[in-house]
């Protein structure tokens, strides 16, 4: 079983708030990814990191940030959050090939 | 640049009908291919892999065999189930290229009683 854990699972926010979505593994991966899932079911990388202090955008344009401060911890920010953020956030890791996701937390945006 | 097509859902079968759900790729090199499969409010997990040409990947009843001539990674099964009802993701990663996954579009199956 793998162990990545992300919270919170649901969050309904209103427009302007700060949040921060947390995701934590326990395996000691160096690699970590934040995808952003859409309706249609399509995965979007929006960051991922390769280690600590190394942080990087993904293929889709997203007005999130991310930081690596500790292998275990990747978290991801939303400064002001807009109903254009509503979405599922997908928290992944992976050592080499296979990659490990957490349960995702669905995001709304009011 | 590296890319994976997989058919478009939904695809609805009933049970214990013979499912097969296409994925073909593009990439350079010798890329390491992977079937994910993700239950309704769940995160993905890795269903099967296969490392090189002509590997089977098999896990569950589901099968898939690199196809390096046909750049295909289809993926079978015998006779499902209404518990496989899921999205199906195929995928691939370069071992060259840092380990970055690239996806496909992910297809969603449903299996009817």
């Known amino acids: 079983e793998a162990d990545i854990y992300q919270t919170p699972r649901y969050l309904v926010i209103g427009t302007g708030k700060k949040i921060t979505l947390e995701c934590s593994q326990t395996?000691?991966?160096?690699?970590m990814y934040w995808y952003q899932q859409d309706p249609g079911m399509e995965l979007h990388l929006i960051h991922y990191?390769?280690?600590?202090?190394?942080?990087e955008k993904g293929d889709l344009s997203s007005e999130s940030t991310v930081s690596r401060i500790r292998t275990e911890h990747f978290p991801l920010t939303l400064e002001s959050a807009r109903p254009s953020h509503t979405s599922q956030y997908l928290c992944?890791?992976?050592?080499?090939?296979?990659?490990?996701f957490g349960q995702g937390t669905r995001l709304t945006v009011v | 640049g590296d890319s994976v097509t997989q058919m478009e859902g939904p695809v609805t079968l009933s049970e214990e009908a013979f499912l097969t759900i296409n994925c073909t790729y593009t990439?350079?090199?010798?890329?390491?291919l992977f079937w994910y499969v993700q239950y309704p409010g769940e995160g993905l997990q890795l269903l099967l892999k296969?490392?090189?040409a002509d590997d089977k990947g098999s896990n569950k009843g589901f099968e898939a065999t690199y196809r390096k001539e046909t750049t295909s990674f289809h993926l079978e099964k015998g006779s499902v189930q209404v518990s496989d009802s899921a999205v199906y993701f195929c995928?691939?990663?370069?071992?060259?290229?840092?380990?970055?996954?690239?996806w496909g579009a992910g297809t969603k199956l449903i299996i009817k009683p």
């Open positions: 395996m000691g991966h160096d690699k």
């Open positions: 296969a490392t090189k």
């Open positions: 990191s390769y280690g600590v202090n190394s942080t």
């Open positions: 995928a691939l990663i370069r071992m060259d290229s840092n380990y970055q996954l690239i």
């Open positions: 992944a890791s992976s050592a080499s090939a296979e990659a490990f």
């Open positions: 990439a350079t090199g010798y890329p390491s």
